[in-house]
């Protein structure tokens, strides 16, 4: 019984987030099945997620059910936001559906951007009106920088410098590199400080705490959009930069950590070199070298 009411105040939740009918009877479907399944398991129905009956979970609709690595996916996604929303209220502590548990789909790597410009922009248009100057900062820099979640989250404000139009971003492995920004980045991070009010060393940040996660990154996105992710629009870079005339050596030769360094092909051009090309050819941004190996079909990242 309190699985049922705990479910039923998840889908208030959902409608009060603005999310569409067919999200949330998604939804409601897929946990209602999982929690079924627990029914019939174990002759209970928990209220809250394990990770030991979520893996079991897993393992019945791949051999049992024999469900697609795709519907799986989507098991596990409205799953994995039931498990955050019952975070967020204090109702558990513990992250029980983890990136790990999705299955890898192939993809096809002819057209990593699944939404267009006009999408982006619309999108960019909704959060601008929901007065959170903020958000729409983070989404204008998603959009036209090539930004990870992790790394947005990470971003200081001492690496932010608005006047040279760039920032220093430190990725994966804590490897540093330099992403120059466009006018459109500029003018929303610098609309957002002017109501900033905060002493963390963080550049984003929340009335909660000093910092804002990675998970209300996400919350951000799945409050407007139930299409364009932080991963979708990071793809919607990439593939912009080569429709506006970027060669795969170019989008390569801009996006190498450091500023000089040697590479199998000779001696990439330095900062004030790769800030001419980008003036010239592409006004909104540079991608990430690893961005450029994804449209090329050689690897796939998160």
């Known amino acids: 019984m309190e699985a049922i009411i705990m479910l039923n105040e998840f889908l208030s939740y959902l409608q009060a987030r603005g999310k569409s009918h067919s999200t949330i009877t998604a939804y409601y479907r897929d946990v209602s099945l999982y929690l079924k399944w627990c029914q019939e398991t174990f002759c209970e129905q928990p209220a809250l997620l394990y990770r030991a009956n979520v893996l079991e979970y897993i393992s019945y ?15 596990l996604s409205s799953l994995r936001s039931y498990n955050e929303w019952l975070i967020e209220i204090g109702r558990q502590t513990e992250a029980v559906v983890l990136k790990n548990d999705f299955m890898k789909i192939q993809l096809q790597y002819a057209s990593p951007s699944t939404v267009s410009k006009k999408d982006v922009e619309t999108f960019r248009q909704r959060l601008l009106e929901s007065g959170s100057k903020r958000d729409y900062a983070i989404v204008t820099l998603f959009a036209y920088s090539g930004i990870r979640r992790s790394e947005c989250a990470a971003l200081k404000v001492e690496h932010v410098d608005l006047r040279a139009r760039e920032i220093r971003v430190i990725g994966k492995g804590d ?63 990439c593939s912009n930069a080569l429709e506006n005339g970027y060669s795969i050596h170019e989008v390569a030769t801009t996006t190498i950590i450091s500023t000089t360094c040697s590479t199998a092909s000779g001696t990439v051009p330095g900062a004030f070199s790769l800030t001419a090309v980008t003036a010239r050819t592409f006004p909104t941004g540079i991608a990430s070298f690893m961005d450029t190996i994804w449209i090329m079909g050689v690897c796939s990242r998160t």
């Open 175 to 237: 490897k540093q590199r330099l992403v120059y920004i466009n006018d459109k980045i500029v003018h929303a991070l610098r609309e957002y400080l002017k109501e900033r009010n905060s002493d963390s060393p963080f550049f984003f940040v929340s009335r909660q705490s000093g910092k804002l996660t990675a998970s209300r990154i996400n919350q951000i996105f799945n409050q407007y959009s139930d299409v364009i992710t932080p991963k979708s629009l990071r793809h919607f870079f």
């Open 61 to 75: 609709m791949r051999n049992i059910r024999g469900y697609t690595s795709k519907t799986v996916n989507h098991h």
